[in-house]
């Protein structure tokens, strides 16, 4: 679904992008109109009093959802306009300036590059053809070559600004896009805490630190006791709601230089950089009464939801997954306490295998 709204918002934003060129366009020949009569060439004149018609109707398409008569009004009058106002007044009135100006647009609005190089290919022809036109006739209703050099600037700015605007909005458009990329590639789309791997990446970059000393960075592994339970008698869509307000109440129990991400399922881990193991127990002590002291009534539970936590700190030489094993060992000794507690794993191998298996035994078989 998320996909299918990233395919869909390109073109949502190319026919937002088509409605405000219509506009610009439809200011650019009211502006011609006059420019026109001042210098005595009524045809042009009232020429762009039926393109401004034009791109008006074409705007109100595009509101309407009529894409295709819209874009239908925009080739009709800008190939039409800029072959009558050359054939007119000549090639230096530079008319044909926008023609080129729907090279970008065609590509952006096409559903596949091979229907955009042939529509390119055929505005390529019409231009040619202009050009080959323009070498053995005269202008119909020349107007004296200051006025043309006139008409000239005027186009060649009026393009420059068009071409500039619709640079700056792609460019946003596209730097909109990447943020979302970003986003969905490094949050969890559930509780929008960082996903695993993105935490992955995070956390190697708080290990390695200044490559000259193993930096402090402590580790909470936290699990919520017994969701699998609220899973099953309230539903899944009420589990996912549980989620949400322990990620919120996790993500605001920490320090700022602190993180939080969805490790799995209903399991989070929070890195803490620059702190040892006491100062990580008393973070984690804060995040477990925060959320045990939370008011769950207002989800109709009668009793607490509550977190079991393992803490452990990184070692020198110690790699990432290691140090998140004796968490992850130190939180199975949690659950076999009796949940809703802190266990801290301070060394390379605080806890044996009898205990984890003892731990493991204790989660399954406590109700």
Not at 53 to 75: D, E, G, P, S
Not at 171 to 179: E, L, P, S
Not at 213 to 221: D, E, G, Q, W
């Amino acid at each position: 679904m998320e996909a299918r709204g990233l395919e869909a918002g390109p073109r949502s934003q190319f026919w937002l992008m088509s409605m405000r060129c219509c506009i610009m366009a439809g200011s650019v020949d009211v502006a011609f109109f006059f420019i026109f009569h001042h210098f005595g060439s009524p045809i042009l004149a009232w020429i762009n009093v039926a393109s401004v018609v034009m791109y008006a109707t074409a705007y109100v398409a595009l509101k309407k959802r009529h894409n295709r008569l819209a874009l239908l009004l925009i080739w009709l009058e800008v190939l039409v306009h800029a072959a009558l106002g050359t054939l007119l007044i000549g090639w230096h009135s530079g008319f044909h300036y926008y023609l080129l100006m729907f090279i970008p647009a065609l590509f952006a609005g096409a559903r596949s590059v091979r229907r955009a190089a042939a529509s390119v290919f055929c505005l390529w022809l019409f231009y040619i053809t202009l050009i080959s036109v323009m070498r053995w006739v005269e202008p119909i209703e020349p107007i004296p070559d200051r006025a043309l050099v006139a008409v000239n600037l005027f186009n060649l700015t009026a393009v420059f600004m068009m071409f500039s605007y619709l640079s700056v909005y792609y460019m946003k458009t596209v730097q909109q896009a990447h943020r979302v990329l970003r986003q969905m590639a490094t949050t969890d789309p559930l509780t929008r805490l960082f996903n695993r791997r993105h935490m992955t990446e995070l956390a190697a970059l708080d290990i390695a630190g200044d490559g000259q000393s193993s930096p402090a960075v402590a580790f909470l592994l936290m699990d919520i006791d017994h969701f699998k339970q609220l899973n099953d008698r309230f539903g899944h869509e009420f589990g996912d709601r549980i989620l949400c307000a322990i990620s919120q109440i996790i993500s605001d129990a920490l320090r700022d230089n602190e993180y939080v991400g969805r490790w799995g399922g209903e399991e989070f881990l929070a890195v803490l950089p620059g702190t040892n193991t006491e100062q990580a127990k008393l973070v984690a002590e804060r995040v477990r009464a925060a959320v045990a002291e939370y008011d769950w009534s207002q989800y109709e539970l009668t009793a607490a939801v509550t977190l079991s936590i393992g803490v452990s700190r990184h070692l020198p030489g110690e790699a990432f997954s290691d140090s998140v094993a004796r968490a992850d060992a130190a939180l199975y000794v949690s659950k076999g306490s009796g949940r809703n507690r802190v266990e801290v794993a301070d060394g390379p191998s605080p806890i044996n295998p009898g205990e984890m298996l003892g731990a493991r035994d204790g989660l399954i078989s406590a109700s």
